[in-house]
């Protein structure tokens, strides 16, 4: 009876504890769909609460600066490197220990304000039925060329108003120069491209036979393989800005009231469990040692071979934006 007792006052014990633990605020760039079965498990694990606010890049960095020194934000979890990149820029990050930054096999910031956590990788999707793998250009740069060649005038899509697609033109920026970049946006206008609003639409979009090809993000193909549809994945010559690597990560910020749970949950996504669910339920890369690969990908070796060497902090991301602008892409 005495310990059934104390075993009563223990679980009353760790309910208070709960109830009194502050709530960990995190600002995510990754859409909720994606990440949130995770932010539920650790909660579950951790027992800690945890509130998301979901958006996009830009949208976070605007809203932290507004908030200020008010902000109950206590980690940035972002969608690309270039977002924490401007982050740690504008001084919202706390500098990170290297029990944290010594965990990623790659993309370690020189800031050392934020980890990265995942990776995916830009690719060319395509309808297998329409066009032959062996065919498709050797570089992003000749797409535009391909396309007129094979008749595909009205049959390409993009997705300029995202994120990941910005990040692209920033790389090419970065690799080509603003001037190539701006010959190549126009060469792809001249096509009359379909715009879609993600990559998942677009994606269906080449399945539906609206479209047969579209430069998008590796684990978008993944999943509507994995759902059974039949769609082509090409990659590019290694070191071109169509192969460009996009690293998620994450950072504490400077605001944060509650750094012991961030920590922590930095700690979490970086964990072999966390990495497996990347790959398993989103079919991105992980960065960490001893997590399994989908065996349809390339090993992770050769996936960051394929990608440009760049900076992925200092992507010249308002440069790209100007010039979707001035093109009359955006």
Do not use: C
Request: no cysteine.
């Amino acid at each position: 009876m005495m310990k059934r007792y104390l075993l009563t006052l223990a679980a009353f014990a760790a309910l208070g504890a709960l109830a009194q633990s502050p709530t960990l605020t995190i600002y995510s760039g990754r859409g909720q769909s994606l990440v949130e079965p995770l932010v539920k498990q650790f909660e579950a694990e951790t027992g800690i609460r945890v509130q998301v606010r979901y958006s996009t890049d830009a949208q976070i960095l605007a809203a932290l600066q507004e908030e200020g020194s008010r902000s109950p934000a206590d980690l940035f979890w972002a969608n690309t490197a270039g977002a924490l990149g401007q982050a740690s820029a504008k001084g919202l990050l706390r500098p990170l220990g290297e029990t944290l930054l010594e965990k990623p096999i790659a993309f370690v910031p020189a800031s050392r304000t934020w980890v990265p956590v995942t990776v995916r990788l830009r690719v060319l999707a395509y309808n297998p039925d329409r066009i032959k793998a062996e065919e498709l250009p050797e570089s992003l740069l000749d797409l535009p060329r391909f396309a007129r060649e094979k008749g595909l005038v009205g049959r390409v899509g993009w997705t300029p108003t995202y994120s990941s697609f910005q990040d692209m033109v920033a790389g090419m920026i970065a690799l080509y120069g603003e001037e190539k970049t701006r010959e190549w946006l126009l060469a792809m206008k001249a096509l009359a491209p379909k715009a879609y609003p993600s990559n998942p639409a677009m994606l269906d979009a080449i399945r539906a036979g609206e479209v047969d090809l579209g430069s998008t993000n590796h684990y978008y193909v993944v999943r509507f393989r994995r759902a059974g549809y039949r769609l082509g994945m090409h990659h590019f010559r290694d070191g071109d800005a169509g192969n460009l690597a996009l690293v998620t990560g994450a950072g504490l910020l400077k605001t944060s009231k509650n750094l012991a749970a961030a920590t922590r949950f930095l700690t979490y996504l970086l964990s072999p469990q966390a990495q497996q669910y990347f790959v398993g339920n989103i079919g991105e890369y992980p960065l960490v040692k001893g997590v399994a690969l989908d065996p349809n990908l390339l090993p992770l070796e050769e996936a960051l071979a394929k990608s440009p060497k760049l900076d992925l902090e200092k992507l010249p991301l308002d440069r790209a934006l100007r010039l979707l602008r001035e093109t009359g892409v955006l």
